[in-house]
């Protein structure tokens, strides 16, 4: 089973229905019991960074999650999915996230352009041969809306990047845990076929 995880954030259903097209056993849950079942995780997350962890802290599921990858299981994060598996957000000073990589999430810096950025841009592979990038073009469009990206620590773990202003964590993944700052299930044939890799990918 694909658990995709419902914290009361996210573009859950849109998400859902992406992963359904490859998949029978794509479960919407907030239930512990499927988590604990689940073959992979999907992390969705829209919104104010720290909206997202306390939402995630509240719902009881995040001492679970964190089991399940520390155990192996894939786990793809999704936009703010992917910034709360770093330590914290400039977003929300206040804020823990789950710690996962090193780093922060940083304001991004881009004069003259509009933030967030907004809308298709394309990205470059750092990790060519990651499973979840197969039979995908080089520079391929996604879609992004975010005012905020990733700074890991450790830079082996960025997975793609795009340029906005500078250039911008676009996906990173190490492990089993890998996760984009776009938006898979809004980015056409491409996300779809992201999204169909994962589903097929065999964690090693």
Not at 46 to 64: I, K, P, Q, R, W
Not at 167 to 183: E, G, I, K, S, Y
Request: charged fraction near 20%.
């Amino acid at each position: 089973m694909i658990a995709i995880i419902d914290y009361g954030v996210g573009n859950l259903f849109s998400v859902e229905k992406a992963f359904a097209r490859f998949a029978d056993d794509v479960k919407l849950t907030s239930a512990i019991n499927d988590i604990k079942q689940a073959d992979k995780l999907v992390l969705p997350g829209v919104g104010e960074f720290g909206a997202c962890m306390g939402n995630f802290m509240a719902s009881g599921l995040m001492d679970t999650v964190l089991e399940r990858i520390k155990a192996g299981v894939p786990l793809f994060g999704i936009c703010v999915g992917l910034q709360i598996l770093f330590e914290g957000s400039e977003e929300s000073p206040e804020a823990e996230g789950l710690g996962i990589f090193k780093g922060m999430v940083k304001r991004i810096v881009a004069p003259g352009l509009k933030i967030p950025h907004m809308g298709w841009n394309s990205v470059e592979f750092s990790q060519p041969s990651l499973p979840l990038f197969d039979n995908l073009s080089e520079n391929p469009y996604v879609y992004f809306v975010h005012s905020y990206h990733a700074v890991p620590e450790d830079k082996s773990i960025v997975a793609a990047t795009t340029q906005y202003g500078e250039a911008l964590t676009a996906a990173v993944a190490r492990d089993n845990v890998m996760a984009t700052q776009f938006h898979p299930e809004k980015s056409g044939d491409v996300g779809l076929q992201l999204i169909k890799n994962f589903v097929d990918w065999k964690c090693e």
